[in-house]
């Protein structure tokens, strides 16, 4: 059986606050005009300006040689670790990673390499965790080739893997001979929190990306960064998995437009974040995860209230959000502002007191 997301139903009232996922943002009036402008080539064979200015700025936001611009997050992770690894290697990263639990099994299907889920609190695995799961090289075991940290670790809550356990990490993969990937999906909003530059959040990691359709606010891409030679067998990637576009300097447009503008005010995200969680802790029985960047999760069990039966309570209300993974997850990005924070904790407040 294949699940499909439902659909929108057109008889549910109308989503006034939609929480569900800061890949909800629409592009600004002033992201569209960007976007109209955009001098545009042919991507495929390199001739696209707006697509070329991006990787530039990319490739030295993140201090890399070079970067490529891809439809997704997703093709950045699939076609970063098939460009890493071959059939039989290994790949660690956190059991609840992305990469290893919501890409349909591309590693597996595609490159035929194997996965050690490493456990640990937030999302994150500790450097000791990461030792203790590394063998010596012999012909009885799975190469370790590749290294995958999440900044932020999306399902552990949006949390900030600190500098120090990132340098700590990537210097025990490389005093092992393997290779060292970030997940960056949210990077800029670790680094906008921290005031740690993307460069030196990503020094150790031979290959990092940036998600633009998700609090950068752009409707589509990724770029992915690393040396000249990874980013060579990237594209090649990109090529055979279909990703490879024509005019796509009108997507690439929105997301230089976003680097410009979009950046530092992912602190009012955080601060929208923070008071969320702020006003669902002052209700009686609701667990809420401290938030480090633009993800709150809670629980309101101990409120009487079962977490999918808040979703659905909220739901009537036009307020949107989700489960994931046993918690409600809740969202900040440019489109929501501090009136609905308020409103939304209000809602709750009034679903828990009827129930
Ligand atoms: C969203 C996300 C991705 C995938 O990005 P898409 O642009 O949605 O394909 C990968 N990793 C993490 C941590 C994410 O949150």
Known sequence: MHYTPAPRDPKAAPIRINLLSDTQTRPTPAMREAIARAEVGDEQIGDDPTVNLLCERVADLLGKEAAVFMPSGT??????????????????????????????????????FQVTQLQGDDGQFTPETFRAALHPRSRYQPPQTLVSVEQTANIGGGTIWKKKALDEVAAIAKANGMITHMDGARLLNACVATKISARD????????????????????????????????DVWRWKQRLGGSMRQAGIAAAACVYALDHHVDRLADDHANARALARGLSQIDGIEVQEPETNLVF???????????????????????????????RACTYLDISAAMIEETVGHVREIVRSA
């Not at 959040?201 to 992915?224: N, V, Y």
């Not at 069990?301 to 979703?311: E, F, R, Y």
């Open 298 to 328: 809670f629980k309101p069990d101990g409120a009487g209230v079962p977490g999918d039966k808040m979703v659905e309570a909220l739901r009537k209300r036009g307020v949107l959000l989700a489960m994931m993974d046993g918690r409600i």
């Open 201 to 232: 959040m990503t020094a150790g990691w031979d290959s990092a990306w940036i998600d633009f359709s998700k609090g950068l606010g752009a409707p589509i891409g990724g770029a992915i960064a690393g040396s000249r030679a990874f980013i060579d």
């Open 75 to 112: 093709m950045c992770n699939v076609a970063a670790t098939l460009a890493h690894c071959r059939p039989g290697d290994e790949l660690l990263a956190h059991a609840t990673a992305h990469i290893i639990a919501r890409e349909g099994g591309a590693h597996a299907a595609l490159g035929g």
